[in-house]
């Protein structure tokens, strides 16, 4: 396995949860990675991404100020940070590596479940 997501679980509206993703140290010291995630019964999105080096972020508007991606060099693992979550970031988050465009990298991870309860 290449890309291992753990993290995820049960949590209240306004609540926080780290998610964290393991990485081969191949995939995580050449590329860039991100996360992305899907809600029941909706298409897969975006969520963020951060460079190689760390040095770059960016993220969905739907997130941005709530969520924070940041990787940890010396242990070759991604996080999410979320905080303020509310119900409609309920889904299964995949943790992704090397960008190709914004919505096609090559390596998946499988998926961690985060529900939010109003």
């Known amino acids: 396995v290449q890309l291992q997501a753990s993290g995820g679980g049960l949590v209240q509206a306004g609540g926080s949860l780290r998610l964290s993703c393991a990485a081969s140290r191949r995939i995580f010291s050449s590329f860039a990675m991100g996360w992305f995630r899907q809600a029941p019964g909706k298409e897969r999105e975006f969520v963020a991404a951060?460079?190689?080096?760390?040095?770059?972020?960016n993220y969905a508007d739907s997130v941005k100020g709530r969520f924070t991606i940041s990787r940890d060099h010396a242990k070759s693992t991604l996080f999410l940070q979320m905080s303020s979550l509310k119900p409609e970031d309920t889904a299964v988050y995949y943790c992704v590596g090397d960008q190709r465009t914004k919505e096609t990298w090559t390596f998946w991870g499988q998926g961690t479940l985060v529900t939010v309860s109003s």
């Open positions: 951060i460079s190689s080096g760390g040095g770059v972020t």
